[in-house]
């Protein structure tokens, strides 16, 4: 198993271009999400996705979209890079969002994008 | 509101003595669970433990436990034995069961550990 895996692992970007960011699992996991970090303030959730064909915001979504077109596969697309969006973006998934909190269920993470926007 | 508080940004601890990294969390979900990770220099992020609401012992996984306090609604991780490789950032996070299903994995803004030789 590969796992989680984010491409590219680095990217620098001028202002006002637009990329995606790739993630894939190959854990068959029905959740994935987007995460940005910033030093000082943890994970901050961008979206997320609780299965194929179904995605939606959190607490950060602004400049950002997402699709989820098959259960492996949560890319990310910044729409027209800021700077304010400089930042390192972690991918992750787990099996699922229940309530049953008898199952660990952690999230496994992606290696990580650093992204920079000039 | 911040749902999980880590008041440590930064933490000195000398090789081979045990270190407590505070964690607390609010929710008003009566079933959800508790997270530990730990990033290091290299950037990934490493899964440590993990503690339900409703388990009734403290759970531990290697040189790693967690001591939960309930009532209290606090989370802390106890490191013993030190050693120079768990020198990372140490993130607290919190899965809440039935509320806000889908954003329901929240981290804690992190504290950094330096272990001393």
């Known amino acids: 198993n590969a796992g989680v895996t984010q491409t590219p692992k680095f990217q620098v970007l001028k202002t006002g271009q637009s990329m995606t960011l790739q993630c894939a699992q190959d854990m068959n996991h029905e959740y994935m999400s987007w995460y940005r970090q910033d030093p000082g303030m943890g994970l901050r959730l961008i979206h997320y996705s609780v299965g194929a064909g179904i995605t939606d915001q959190g607490e950060v979504p602004n400049g950002y979209n997402v699709s989820r077109s098959t259960t492996e596969d949560f890319p990310l697309r910044l729409l027209s890079a800021a700077p304010s969006q400089t930042s390192v973006y972690f991918c992750?998934?787990?099996?699922?969002?229940?309530?049953?909190?008898?199952?660990?269920?952690?999230?496994?993470f992606g290696p990580g994008t650093r992204l920079t926007v000039l | 509101a911040q749902k999980i508080t880590q008041t440590q940004p930064g933490m000195f601890v000398q090789e081979k003595e045990a270190v407590t990294l505070d964690c607390t969390y609010d929710t008003s979900d009566q079933s959800y669970g508790l997270f530990w990770y730990k990033q290091p220099s290299s950037g990934e992020m490493i899964f440590l433990i993990y503690q339900g609401s409703y388990d009734e012992q403290n759970a531990t996984e290697g040189r790693y436990s967690l001591n939960f306090q309930k009532a209290r609604k606090s989370a802390n991780l106890v490191i013993s034995a030190s050693q120079l490789g768990d020198s990372a950032m140490y993130f607290c996070?919190?899965?809440?069961?039935?509320?806000?299903?889908?954003?329901?994995?929240?981290f804690g803004p992190g504290t950094r550990l330096s272990v001393l030789p």
């Open positions: 996070a919190m899965r809440e069961g039935l509320l806000n299903y889908g954003q329901n994995f929240v």
């Open positions: 992750a998934s787990s099996w699922t969002t229940s309530g049953d909190t008898s199952e660990v269920d952690e999230q496994f």
